[in-house]
């Protein structure tokens, strides 16, 4: 199974700030890496496919970069509605595997 | 609506089997598949496995293989997970996730079930 880890774990910032998550997949994945936000009691909402895909509906202050083993998921611009948890995940083979999460609360 | 609509919180024993449903948009139920997450309290995401709505094939993750299984009815749009044998640490949110081709990009998802495992 490919494993993912992210860091940091957690990370506490304010509205505005730019925000970086990092994502490695223990081998290459090439991009097949989605991103997934969610807020408590919620299910998780899809935001970045294929490495660098923004969903369609998703705001433009996120982005996605990597391919390989490492990636990372960027939020310019911190708004009230992005303090939640994110999830890497990749698609690359099944099983399909999921990150320990990255949260993001406010400082 | 592209939500799916998944059925209600169960409490079950140990030991007992336990069936969600889930509901999925009618233009891309049968061209898409539906993969099932499970979350544990306080834990992170794992995949079950998948579901070719229109073919009924499955691909299960090997270490729940032995219990579990993915069914559909096409005739409803309702895709089902079977978990047999429960144990205490299959107590999770279940979430079912349109999965188009078996692709693993996991884009509109149910809203959760809540299965609680306790004698």
């Known amino acids: 199974d490919i494993q993912m880890t992210q860091s940091p774990s957690s990370l506490s910032a304010s509205v505005g700030d730019r925000v970086a998550i990092t994502c490695r997949a223990s081998?290459?994945?090439?991009?097949?890496l989605n991103w997934y936000q969610q807020k408590p009691g919620k299910a998780p909402k899809l935001l970045i496919y294929a490495a660098s895909s923004l969903q369609s509906g998703v705001p433009s202050r996120f982005s996605g970069s990597g391919s390989g083993t490492d990636f990372t998921l960027t939020i310019n611009s911190l708004q009230p509605e992005d303090f939640a948890t994110y999830y890497c995940?990749?698609?690359?083979?099944?099983?399909?595997?999921f990150g320990p999460g990255t949260k993001v609360d406010i400082k | 609506q592209v939500q799916p609509v998944q059925s209600g919180a169960e409490v079950k024993k140990p030991g007992a089997s336990v069936k969600v449903s889930c509901k999925a948009p009618g233009d891309t139920f049968t061209t898409s598949g539906i993969s099932w997450v499970r979350q544990a309290p306080g834990q992170g995401l794992e995949w079950m496995g998948w579901?070719?709505?229109?073919?009924?094939?499955?691909n299960y993750a090997q270490k729940l293989q032995d219990r579990v299984t993915m069914t559909t009815d096409t005739s409803t749009r309702t895709a089902y997970l079977e978990l047999r044998s429960l144990k205490s640490d299959d107590a999770a949110v279940y979430y079912c996730?349109?999965?188009?081709?078996?692709?693993?990009?996991?884009?509109?998802w149910g809203q959760g079930t809540l299965v609680t495992v306790s004698s």
């Open positions: 995940q990749q698609s690359y083979s099944t099983p399909r595997t």
């Open positions: 081998l290459s994945i090439n991009n097949y």
């Open positions: 579901i070719n709505t229109h073919r009924g094939d499955t």
């Open positions: 996730a349109t999965d188009y081709g078996g692709k693993g990009r996991f884009e509109y």
